[in-house]
């Protein structure tokens, strides 16, 4: 039995979420190309922001480097006794360079900041609206907390792209050309040395750091999506963890898997902090350099004696240009890395794909029809439905019943378009739903799932999820018909009360009625009902059961349970077994004789129940 997710139209309750675009903030995600080409490619529409911010960052730099310049004539001359208007334009030019340092890097941070998160946001929203498209049958063998990670972790490291390799790198090249060139054209061969002290510390240090630290982004981004799902899980799963003594061993595993992000982010620290020498190195004996050679040529009369400072000094400022180039090498294989981890979420396959030209939605009244169904969950797997067929005419009553496992989640799965079929017809009023939009699809047939999410809100926002512009009468109209409004009148808050992070405040009777709520306030034309009395004591899933059953009369509805109280109340029962229909009838007629239906009908009533199938056919045809 395959879960269905919680995003969008899918729970049936909530209507299909579509993020809006960010205006100017990144592009289209080509496919084809590297990680980072395609990440380029991407922020090309705030290709403008980023190109202002790398002339801000340009600028700063070069302000640095143009006041530690001025400044060393400055001083020279100054010792020299000169008239006062002498030094003049150097004294303005300190003090420009010196306030155009920090107003240029401020303007840098603060557009590229902006045009990088404008980029993020687009690319955040598009894995958002990608991982909406392929839950559940796009993603086999995801773990909640990796795709969280991926959605979260990777994309902001992708930042570092931009704002950590980018803007530096292209501020870099210039400013580092412009010192190269004011040194040469002061004295050659200081030229010469600084531009090899660049290039050591610019050029050799960065592809030291990115040698070494490849391997290790490798393995950090991968180990930051195992500890993240790792504690996903164990946080989601924390009562049963304690409760069966197990929370130990999944704490071992957890802080284990911690010390080996540590090794790897301390190895990647190690090598920054080698970068880091070598560039201090090359700098240091770059000013010794320039010593060197300029002291002779001042001799020789080759060099002005104010200008032997201004050769001493450049250096200094120069190697500021390319100090954080080491560090940005790794940044961008952590980029890349995390770029290529997220652009697997973005390139994979949609398991339902719309057609290029959708049929028009049939009018009203709908007639569901599924004749010699057949479906699985991969390519290569085995058939978890297999030759499945009902008629849901409108008013009419199905339920599907059957063991964990033999395929009743996968049924409504074809039903709601997330999963193909294989074989086989599913229609909407005679037209085929692969020839439908899946949004159009959902328009019409809605869910209401056994995990039918809540948000940290109060109830009355929960179920106005369904319909925006609900008014209060409604919202108490479909409380009403949940058989929870005498409840819901009876809390101090009423409608305003809250119930806690999905629905922690709330037990699991209530949970489920505020979830059908919503799904009654949505006025589905068709209603899919997934085991909506699942993880509830017997008297509660029973009570809910016929509640529900009221509360859809007269409205087209499938009902998957493997509860068998209230059935009476329906039109047809549909058993399940293995993916294939084994029996079907009124309740009362699958009593009358022995079969399936009859010996699970037992087993409820004496508590005895068959454990889940664990077959091929069932529970381990689904991917996890």
């Not at 652009?343 to 030209?357: G, K, Q, S, Y």
């Not at 009360?497 to 589905?524: K, M």
């Amino acid at each position: 039995m395959r879960p269905i997710p919680r995003s969008g139209r899918a729970q049936g309750s909530v209507p299909v979420l579509r993020l809006p675009r960010r205006g100017g903030g990144g592009g289209r995600v080509p496919a084809g190309g590297g990680p980072v080409l395609r990440l380029l490619a991407a922020a090309r529409p705030a290709g403008g922001r980023m190109a202002l911010a790398a002339l801000c960052g340009t600028l700063a730099l070069g302000s640095g480097v143009g006041l530690m310049a001025t400044s060393a004539w400055l001083i020279s001359r100054a010792a020299q006794h000169p008239p006062v208007l002498v030094l003049m334009v150097a004294i303005v030019a300190v003090r420009a360079f010196g306030i155009g340092r920090g107003v240029f890097r401020y303007a840098e941070r603060l557009i590229g900041h902006d045009a990088t998160f404008r980029v993020l946001a687009d690319l955040r929203a598009r894995v958002y609206e990608r991982l909406e498209r392929l839950v559940p049958a796009g993603l086999p063998r995801a773990r909640g907390g990796d795709l969280l990670g991926r959605l979260v972790s990777d994309v902001d490291a992708v930042q570092d792209l931009y704002l950590r390799v980018l803007l530096p790198s292209a501020a870099a090249v210039l400013v580092g050309g412009a010192s190269v060139g004011l040194a040469w054209a002061l004295l050659p061969s200081a030229g010469a040395l600084l531009l090899a002290g660049l290039l050591v510390a610019g050029v050799g240090a960065p592809w030291l750091s990115a040698t070494v630290a490849r391997r290790a982004e490798h393995r950090t981004a991968d180990l930051r999506g195992e500890l993240t799902a790792q504690l996903v899980d164990s946080l989601r799963g924390a009562p049963e963890l304690v409760a069966y003594g197990a929370a130990a061993d999944r704490l071992a595993t957890a802080a284990r898997l911690d010390r080996e992000l540590t090794r790897a982010s301390a190895r990647s620290a190690g090598t920054a902090g080698a970068g880091a020498a070598i560039t201090a190195l090359a700098g240091g004996l770059t000013v010794w350099a320039a010593l060197v050679v300029g002291v002779p040529a001042v001799r020789s009369g080759r060099l002005d004696g104010t200008l032997l400072a201004v050769i001493a000094l450049l250096p200094l400022a120069a190697f500021e240009v390319v100090a954080g180039l080491p560090l940005a090498a790794q940044h961008l294989q952590r980029a890349r890395r995390s770029a290529a981890r997220v652009f697997a979420v973005l390139d994979r396959d949609e398991p339902v794909r719309d057609p290029a030209e959708p049929a028009a939605l049939p009018s009203a009244p709908y007639t569901l029809r599924v004749e010699d169904l057949r479906a699985r969950w991969t390519p290569d797997g085995p058939h978890v439905l297999d030759g499945v067929s009902l008629d849901l005419a409108p008013g009419r009553r199905c339920a599907v019943v059957g063991s964990s496992g033999s395929g009743k989640t996968t049924l409504t799965a074809v039903l709601l378009r997330f999963l193909p079929s294989a074989s086989g017809l599913v229609s909407l009023n005679g037209v085929e739903l692969r020839e439908l939009a899946g949004d159009d699809v959902r328009r019409v047939v809605g869910l209401c799932a056994q995990d039918a999410h809540l948000f940290d809100t109060t109830i009355g926002e929960n179920i106005r999820l369904a319909r925006r512009s609900a008014t209060e009468e409604e919202i108490r109209d479909a409380l009403s018909r949940a058989r929870l409004l005498d409840w819901v009148d009876g809390l101090p808050r009423g409608l305003d009360t809250r119930v806690g992070e999905e629905g922690a405040q709330v037990s699991g009777g209530q949970r489920q009625r505020i979830a059908l709520a919503r799904a009654l306030l949505a006025d589905f034309p068709v209603l899919l009902l997934d085991e909506p009395a699942e993880h509830l004591d017997t008297a509660t899933a029973d009570e809910l059961t016929a509640d529900l059953l009221a509360a859809t009369e007269g409205r087209t509805t499938l009902l998957v349970t493997h509860r068998l109280a209230a059935l009476d109340a329906v039109d047809e029962i549909i058993v399940l077994d293995a993916g294939r229909v084994v029996q079907r009838g009124r309740h009362a007629d699958l009593l009358a004789r022995p079969g399936p239906y009859r010996t699970m009908w037992r087993r409820e009533r004496t508590g005895d129940r068959p454990p889940a199938r664990v077959d091929g056919r069932s529970r381990a045809a689904a991917p996890a």
